[in-house]
């Protein structure tokens, strides 16, 4: 499935970023935003969705949502074969989980991984949050980027399960403002209804 990231934020509620680096537009500036992504799977569903609930709760990702995930990669969708290595969203709350699924996607794919987005701060689970203004503030100054040699050439970035999409818009956003040529998006599985 498709995976659209935002296309506007909210400036306001996105202070402590906005002083960084002088964001200042509600529109993201298109030399920020992230590529058409991908989603395998609705959370749940027969198959794939099951196993990445699965996962979920047991703590990792079974080989098999790897291979499915490459098959996707290499043989539709196309645009995604540029990347030259992978990065995922941290979570405190699961910290191995995404990395780990991350880490054996890229040697998979014979690319490298790299951690390079840092969690500063807990935030709350984004499908919590009420609308954009809170989303956004929910995200404000909670990852950073540790850039590293690479890092500026096109990347999968990685998350297990997306709800409002603003998490991967805003790391795709930090990507790109820290040189990275063009960011695609992953995620496991999504909870929106068809």
């Known amino acids: 499935m498709p995976l659209e990231l935002k296309k506007q934020w909210d400036i306001e509620a996105l202070a402590l970023y906005q002083a960084a680096f002088g964001w200042s537009k509600q529109n993201i500036p298109i030399a920020l935003r992230g590529e058409e992504g991908r989603v395998l ?59 780990d699924f991350s880490a054996r996607l890229a040697a998979a794919l014979g690319v490298p991984f790299r951690a390079v987005i840092q969690k500063s701060r807990e935030t709350e689970p984004q499908k919590n949050m009420e609308n ?40 795709a956003a930090l990507l790109r403002q820290n040189g990275t040529v063009a960011v695609y998006p992953f995620a496991l599985a999504t909870t929106t209804a068809k």
């Not at 196309?78 to 992978?86: E, K, M, P, T």
């Not at 050439?153 to 997306?162: H, Q």
């Open 41 to 99: 799977s609705r959370w749940g569903e027969p198959v794939w969705g099951e196993l990445v609930a699965r996962g979920k709760a047991q703590g990792r990702f079974d080989d098999e949502l790897v291979f499915a995930t490459v098959d996707l990669i290499k043989n539709r969708w196309g645009a995604a074969n540029q990347v030259a290595w992978v990065t995922c969203i941290p979570s405190t709350r699961h910290p191995n989980l995404v990395p």
């Open 132 to 171: 954009r203004f809170h989303q956004c503030n929910n995200l404000d100054g909670a990852f950073a980027i540790q850039p590293e040699a690479g890092t500026d050439e096109a990347v999968l970035l990685v998350d297990d399960v997306v709800d409002s999409a603003w998490t991967l818009t805003l790391a």
